[in-house]
């Protein structure tokens, strides 16, 4: 059984996310979305479980892919799989130098491990999770930005973060 594994920070999951875990569960017979920590990102506007939470109500629907977390390395992570793949979306140029590093770390400590990249769909190259924390923050609309199960919850986060920051 061929089985992906979608490794992110997801903070939160956006619509650019969705995009490549559907296309990947369109050439794996698995997929795992893994949320996991990104050690750069130091503050996280959403809690890992919370991460977990939406992204499970988001895939619901497609039947092959499963959310899953993981504390530590992704090399180490794979490596409860047999032949597991891991799958990342590509950007823009601007992607190719970090990810290309994270593959040679993962490769050197877990050799077998191989990385696919999909090119992000042409209409969400601009999409990050940043870019839809930056929106929610200043109150701004949603819709084509993360999927609709979320869009509340999103909301509400960036309200707390705004009301506690006395914006
Ligand atoms: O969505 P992101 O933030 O680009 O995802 C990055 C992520 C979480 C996949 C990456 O930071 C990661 O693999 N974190 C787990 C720890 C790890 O294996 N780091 C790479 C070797 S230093």
């Known amino acids: 059984m061929s089985l992906a594994i979608c490794p992110g920070s997801f903070d939160p999951i956006t619509l650019g996310h969705l995009n490549i875990i559907r296309r990947a569960s369109k050439i794996f017979d698995k997929v795992v979305v893994c949320i996991m920590v990104n050690s750069t990102k130091m503050t996280p506007m959403f809690s890992i ?6 992204a499970k109500r988001v895939v619901e629907r497609l039947p092959n892919v499963e959310v899953d977390t993981f504390d530590g390395l992704l090399a180490e992570y794979a490596k409860k799989y047999d032949d597991a793949v891991i799958v990342k979306g590509m950007r823009a140029a601007s992607d190719f130098e970090y990810e290309f590093q994270m593959n040679l770390i993962n490769k050197k400590i877990n050799p077998d491990l191989e990385t696919m990249f999909l090119t992000a769909s042409e209409k969400y190259t601009f999409l990050s999770s940043s870019v839809v924390r930056e ?8 819709t084509g930005f993360v999927p609709c199960e979320i869009i509340d919850e999103v909301k509400n986060k960036a309200k707390i973060w705004r009301d506690r920051n006395g914006k």
Do not use: K, T, W
């Open 49 to 54: 479980d919370e991460r977990v939470d939406m």
């Open 135 to 142: 929106m929610a923050s200043y109150g701004a609309e949603l």
